[in-house]
């Protein structure tokens, strides 16, 4: 069992940056894939970004061109370098991963097995 522990939330103003982190026990680059996914009060958990084994990236439309995620295997690590911050950003923010090959990655909810307890990002006007 991979446990995963996210930090570097905080608050910022708008057009702000932060860096996520996601600490992994275990090692997350056994054909696995990572993800970052989101969740607003009163709204579903929703896919940020997405990293596979051999560095494939995708991205929400939402923040394409703001966001980057990135992985490293020397730190069982993943990170979400997150840039020209939005309100419309502030959210609670977890890491994921699925082991294995599922031969396709995925930005739904349900195709990732382990997660962390999430940290908050608020965004102020």
Same mark, same amino acid.
């Given at each position: ?20 982190s $996601? #600490? ?27 990293i596979? &084994? ?15 995620? &990135?992985?490293?295997? #020397?730190?069982?690590a ?16 977890? $890491? ?5 090959? #599922?031969?396709? $990655? &995925? ?19």
């Amino acid at each position: 069992q991979v446990q995963l522990v996210e930090s570097g939330g905080g608050s910022v103003q708008s057009g702000g940056s932060l860096r996520l982190s $996601c #600490a992994a026990s275990g090692d997350i680059y056994s054909m696995s894939y990572m993800g970052w996914f989101r969740q607003a009060p009163g709204k579903e958990r929703e896919g940020v970004a997405t990293i596979d &084994s051999i560095g494939s990236r995708g991205y929400a439309d939402s923040v394409k061109g703001r966001f980057t995620i &990135s992985r490293d295997g #020397a730190e069982n690590a993943v990170y979400l370098q997150m840039n020209s911050l939005k309100p419309e950003d502030t959210a609670m923010y977890y $890491c994921a991963r699925r082991a294995g090959d #599922a031969g396709y $990655c &995925s930005s739904r909810p349900g195709f990732y097995t382990d997660w962390g307890q999430g940290t908050q990002v608020t965004v102020s006007s």
